[in-house]
């Protein structure tokens, strides 16, 4: 049991309601409860960013002047595979299963989980319809039209897929989320962008079509470095508000290294050094350990912020504290 | 308070049922669906004896639980939650050399509620519209609906909301919902002996609470001070006023209180914003390096 605090030794209130907010709290029990959420919310927000992304990938990709038709298919699999293997956890988390689909009683545009919910829903109508279209396209002349169509709305909606989990996290109560929601919404976008790229990669690795490996790892070093540049401004906005903490010293704080080190730093190492050669020189491994990486990375940092915030809870004081700054 | 002429015509001590419109004889509220009605939670009245409490558990069949010694003073209820809707807070307070022996004349003693915000975090997150404001203006989450999502959880600024295990469900004070329609005072204002806990129709109450305040800084208290009235501590951050405000002497945190609870809503659109301006950025940049990727 946690030890009285020393209320009794604080100054009266008489200071007009100056000096150290965070000093005085009711016995140092949470002010804010977590929400319930697992490794399974941290698992469709990874799977969410590859899909959404990999969309986009592939409709921009089936736009260029010479298609990678390969590329284009993979990334339609790639959002389809995303929003089934996905849409299973979020159910999986509920604490009631079988009501699921009262997430579509609703649209509420103040709710974030509403509004991924549409997202979601839209974007896995879509990506089925693409990727249908995609599987049996040679077979029936009309639906390669179709397909293209059908895949510009399940890129913009990839778009969303790619960061509302980050506007999920801001819009609560909870100080680490919600202290910078534009650099968060930025830091999960390319994150998204960086896994998604990765894994397509790993693809094109795997089937010997360097020159395609290349550009995606490219792509995935530009984004990791997005990545970074958010990154510093999340931190030094949370440290503004004085509850960067939980990413600072304790166990998240070493999981989130890890999650910049896998996610930034290896990929661009990677890439990079490998970018330089000469398209002969190149190497597979070298490649791959990047994209691998990425993924690590990506998958670490959504469940660092997810249980980082959750934890951060127990500790009432820097949530007091900043709506006392704030106000 | 005077007596309801209205009580004069049940003179006896045991009634044959419910009184119509019980609420305009104990607290001089009729209640009426489309006002607003709320709690003024006036801490310099209670004296911590948790009739609020018990009456809430009664009322709402709540079940029991931490039954454990907390080493908070008197609380062991130690927070609001889904099976605990009040929750009394005991502060023991320095000898002060004006007033009474040490640690009984400054203890601080305070009954939280939920805050049926105006416009309220919980209901604004809630996906399925579980959540939703009732006629008499307080917020309630209906558990036929509600699927466990859990984001109501932390959207609070407050940490009221909770899901329970026993049922999956987000529970929270309905400010005793079925109590309002059949024309009675919520348990725990009824039960409140020292009128800590006033219910009333919100305008009212904030007006009574100024009153309150204005009488307390006149007698020398002049710690007193509203918070979740308009214009106050708990509702200059966006929350716009708290249907159940408090009159505090202590500064907001000593009681967990946040000074400026915002509304997390408005933090969706730039997080949206920005995220797809950096896919959009990002995905320029796979254009522009598949089209120079395939031409090399």
């Not at chain 1, 020159?211 to 906005?237: F, G, K, N, P, Y």
């Not at chain 2, 609001?80 to 640690?103: C, M, N, Q, Y």
């Not at chain 2, 400054?106 to 105006?118: E, F, I, L, Q, Y």
Request: glycine share 10%.
């Amino acid at each position: 049991m946690k030890a009285l605090t020393p209320h009794h030794r604080r100054s009266r209130r008489d200071d007009g309601h100056h000096g150290d907010a965070a000093a005085a709290t009711y016995y140092d029990q949470p002010a804010l409860k977590p929400p319930p959420y697992d490794w399974r919310i941290s698992g469709y927000m990874v799977l969410a960013g590859i899909a959404g992304s990999a969309q986009i990938i592939s409709t921009l990709a089936s736009l260029s002047p010479h298609p990678p038709r390969r590329l284009v298919r993979n990334g339609r699999l790639l959002g389809l595979i995303g929003t089934v293997l996905g849409t299973p956890l979020l159910i999986a988390d509920l604490k009631t299963p079988s009501r699921f689909y009262n997430m579509l009683r609703i649209a509420r545009p103040t709710s974030a989980m509403s509004i991924g919910s549409w997202i979601l829903s839209g974007f896995g109508g879509f990506s089925g319809l693409v990727a249908l279209g995609q599987l049996v396209a040679g077979r029936i002349p009309g639906l390669r039209r179709l397909v293209g169509l059908a895949q510009v709305p399940a890129a913009g909606l990839g778009a969303g897929m790619s960061v509302y989990t980050a506007s999920l996290l801001s819009a609560t109560s909870i100080p680490l989320w919600s202290a910078a929601p534009q650099a968060l919404g930025t830091q999960f976008g390319a994150s998204s962008m960086a896994t998604a790229a990765a894994a397509l990669s790993l693809a094109e690795v795997a089937a010997g079509r360097r020159r395609t490996a290349a550009t995606l790892d490219a792509l995935t070093a530009v984004s990791a470095l997005c990545e970074l540049v958010a990154s510093m401004v999340a931190r030094r906005q949370r440290a503004a508000a004085g509850v960067n903490g939980p990413l600072e010293h304790g166990r998240w704080a070493i999981s989130y290294r890890a999650a910049l080190l896998l996610g930034v730093v290896v990929p661009v190492a990677c890439h990079g050094i490998n970018l330089l050669r000469p398209p002969h020189r190149r190497s597979d491994q070298l490649s791959a350990a990047g994209s691998l990486a990425a993924l690590a990375g990506g998958m670490l940092l959504r469940h660092t912020m997810l249980r980082a915030g959750m934890d951060s809870t127990a500790d009432p004081r820097p949530y007091l504290h900043h709506s006392r700054e704030r106000r | 308070m005077g007596v309801h002429p209205r009580a004069l015509d049940y003179p006896d001590s045991l009634l044959p049922g419910p009184i119509p419109d019980e609420s305009e004889l104990t607290s001089g509220t009729r209640i009426e669906p489309g006002r607003s009605y709320g709690f003024f939670t006036d801490t310099t009245l209670c004296i911590g004896c948790k009739a609020c409490e018990v009456a809430c558990k009664e009322w709402n069949a709540l079940p029991a639980d931490g039954l454990a010694l907390s080493g908070m003073s008197y609380d062991n209820t130690v927070k609001l939650s889904a099976d605990t809707w009040r929750h009394v807070l005991f502060v023991e307070k320095a000898p002060r050399d004006d007033i009474g022996p040490p640690f009984q004349a400054g203890w601080v003693m305070m009954s939280d509620v939920c805050k049926h915000c105006a416009n309220a975090p919980c209901m604004e997150s809630c996906p399925t519209g579980a959540l939703f404001r009732t006629e008499f203006d307080t917020v309630v989450v209906q558990q036929d609906i509600c699927n466990g999502c859990g984001y109501c959880v932390p959207a609070c600024p407050f940490g009221v909301v909770e899901l329970s295990p026993a049922d999956g469900k987000a529970h929270k004070c309905t400010l005793c919902y079925d109590r309002l329609k059949g024309g009675l005072e919520p348990a725990c204002a009824k039960s409140c002996p020292t009128d800590s806990i006033q219910f009333g129709e919100v305008d009212t109450l904030v007006e009574r609470a100024h009153e309150r305040v204005a009488e307390l800084h006149r007698r020398g208290a002049t710690d007193a001070y509203l918070y979740g009235a308009p214009d106050s501590p708990g509702a200059t951050g966006g929350l716009e006023r708290l249907n159940a405000f408090f009159l505090l002497t202590e500064r907001p945190e000593v009681y967990n209180l946040p000074a400026a609870p915002d509304r997390p809503a408005d933090r969706i659109a730039p997080g949206l914003a920005a995220g797809v301006a950096t896919v959009a950025g990002l995905a320029l940049a796979a254009a522009a390096l598949l089209a120079g990727g395939r031409r090399s």
